[in-house]
């Protein structure tokens, strides 16, 4: 998908383009047989995202770390959609407590789980560590993700199994996976404060994302277990997840718009490859505006993708014993 088809919105080879909003991707699917979690659904493109699953019938878990706003948000979907299955759930992925306090809970539920829509994450935030002692983008854009899609898996494996649906998991990375640090992970100073940059460790984020799923997808085929694992970028929209560099995003958007998107469209591709048809079987793939895309030459290092996973592990492994 090149500059041109950016600013026309012109269809790729999937059929779909930069123009293309959630609504009109999932058109015709009924996913009223699937049930999904949706963290970061209280707003922006997680609501969406939510919105559109549930238009489609899918059973819609809200995971959000705003309670209140989570609740506004289903009674948003509901009076919209009377038939609409929606429930809420806290998730504060910068807390790996919290990460574990939500999966019991949804495990309480006794519900089945066949999406994963690994959504929400901040944006651009000034060096800070999570109550666990992390960077705090790497903790809730990865980390957090790491340790709840790790979680959920087993639940996400029996459905799998014993519905003979095809399970599948969604994770939101980021163009911004190619302006990480020289080093692409930065393992040994993920904490530093010195040398940090708020944009550099927004990419190193979003690449660990990106080398999570691939990962995550590489594992789930050596087992033969019928869930696929993709990676997106939802393009360029103006939601509160850039609530900490307002300056800089309007600078940024002047020079870039032809780029942005509104939030059905930003909600598109997530909503494609959570649901299209098209989707059967595809996995540890990077899909920008609905369409493959080849993620940069750190996204693709597969020792780096497997040294990201027994890091992650031994954050979290540390976290627990502190």
């Given at each position: 998908m090149g500059i041109f088809a950016l600013m026309t919105g012109r269809p790729g080879p999937c059929g779909f383009g930069s123009a293309s909003t959630a609504?009109?991707?999932?058109?015709?699917?009924?996913?009223?047989?699937?049930?999904?979690?949706?963290?970061?659904?209280?707003?922006?493109?997680?609501?969406?995202?939510?919105?559109?699953?549930?238009?489609?019938?899918?059973?819609?878990?809200?995971?959000?770390?705003?309670?209140?706003?989570?609740?506004?948000?289903?009674?948003?979907?509901?009076?919209e959609n009377i038939s609409a299955r929606v429930d809420v759930l806290k998730l504060d992925l910068c807390s790996l407590k919290s990460v574990r306090a939500f999966v019991d809970s949804f495990n309480a539920l006794d519900l089945p789980l066949n999406l994963l829509i690994n959504n929400a994450g901040v944006m651009f935030c000034p060096h800070q560590l999570s109550e666990d002692g992390v960077e705090v983008q790497f903790a809730t854009n990865h980390l957090g993700h790491f340790l709840l899609t790790n979680l959920l898996l087993e639940k996400m494996k029996n459905t799998a199994r014993t519905t003979g649906v095809e399970g599948r998991i969604v994770i939101l990375s980021?163009?911004?996976?190619?302006?990480?640090?020289?080093?692409?992970?930065?393992?040994?100073?993920?904490?530093?404060?010195?040398?940090?940059?708020?944009?550099?460790?927004?990419?190193?984020?979003?690449?660990?994302?990106?080398?999570?799923?691939?990962?995550?997808?590489?594992?789930?085929?050596?087992?033969?277990?019928?869930?696929?694992?993709?990676s997106v970028h939802p393009g360029l929209i103006m939601t509160p997840l850039?609530?900490?560099?307002?300056?800089?995003?309007?600078?940024?958007?002047?020079?870039?718009?032809?780029?942005?998107?509104?939030?059905?469209?930003?909600?598109?591709?997530?909503?494609?490859?959570?649901?299209?048809?098209?989707?059967?079987?595809?996995?540890?793939?990077y899909f920008v505006d609905c369409n493959e895309l080849k993620p940069s030459s750190h996204a693709r290092d597969e020792k780096l993708a497997k040294k990201l996973w027994d890091f992650s592990n031994k954050l979290i492994d540390g976290a627990s014993k502190s």
């Open positions: 609504e009109q991707v999932t058109e015709g699917v009924d996913a009223s047989n699937l049930t999904a979690i949706v963290t970061g659904g209280a707003s922006g493109i997680g609501f969406e995202t939510a919105r559109v699953l549930a238009l489609r019938r899918a059973h819609v878990i809200i995971a959000a770390r705003n309670i209140e706003a989570a609740n506004e948000a289903k009674q948003a979907i509901i009076k980021s163009l911004a996976h190619t302006t990480p640090y020289q080093e692409g992970i930065r393992f040994d100073k993920i904490n530093n404060r010195i040398g940090y940059s708020e944009l550099k460790a927004y990419g190193q984020s979003k690449l660990a994302n990106l080398l999570h799923s691939n990962e995550l997808s590489r594992r789930l085929q050596e087992e033969g277990v019928n869930i696929t694992v993709n850039m609530r900490h560099s307002p300056l800089l995003m309007k600078t940024f958007k002047l020079f870039t718009f032809w780029m942005w998107k509104n939030v059905p469209q930003g909600a598109a591709t997530t909503s494609y490859v959570a649901l299209h048809p098209k989707m059967k079987g595809v996995t540890g793939k």
